[in-house]
DNA sequence: CTATCTGCAAACCGTTTGCAGCGTT
DNA sequence: AACGCTGCAAACGGTTTGCAGATAG
């Protein structure tokens, strides 16, 4: 995964869609693109303001669902009900989450259809949506019982 | 399942915990164990204010954290990041959740703990939590392009 | 030059807390 | 009678909206 590239492919897609290249902008895409950890808003503009004192919370916002809309980014739901985002994966994947952290990693999942097929077939429920998730502690929160580093 | 045997059952719990039973509690416990779909707070106060009209929101989300604390209902998450309250079933289950009225089924899922080890063997994580969970719409919503219909 | 974007303030929604009076035990 | 419980109001945290000024195109 080269993260300049990516972050280059983001900054043209955004602009290819009509949205245009700001200095915020760019500080929040390198940031995601970067991160092999899924962030919450509150962490995106703590870590964004650290290279651009100025940025503003709403613009966060307002910028991740930019970049979820074009599929750049996907939210992720923790077990406290809580949102992160995350750099979208290739095709559907399913995560294993560090719930202290948010480092995520995939993992190959088995794969669902079947099942989902079978249940839809028993239940005559139309199946839209799955979540295969596994929550924990990565190996570097166990051993410090610390804060995250930095993405 | 017998569903007034349920809520005496649940009741009975309540006050062997020590806590007492009051109208307002015994007119959630009612419908919470009366119902086939996760209901959300503001689901169960006006639900429960059908027939106990002074009821208030804050007692709802009080009681809903004391039945959850026993063990009674449990928490499910929703695409959309909302959060409804389930009787609980025995043993870890998977759901399958219409996101239209909040109906839960139930269904045979596979069993996960192979693949957890496996995942966990592989890096290094602590898994403590998982979730094998599907959404979609069941046949009633299916049909009828309407609302919910009562518990 | 124009339309979009930013950041502030304020509104908003679901949830939690403080508190005086009520009701179970 | 004592204490836990209720319901109101107000606080709270995360998210969204309104708006005047700044900025990319």
Redesign the interface.
Known sequence: MNTSLDVLRWLDLLQSSGYRLTTPRRAIVELMAGSQRALGPIEVFDLGRAGHPGLGLVTVYRTLEKLEELGLIERV?L?D?C?RYLRATHGHQHF?L??TCGLV?T?A??NLDP??GR??A??????????????????DC?SHITNPSEP
Do not use: K, M
Not at 122 to 139: K, R
């Open positions: 739901h077990p009900g949102h294993l560090c719930t990693q993992f999942g088995d099942l989902t249940v839809s028993d239940t005559g429920f139309a199946i839209n949506e799955h979540w295969l998730q596994l929550y924990g502690t990565c190996p166990r």
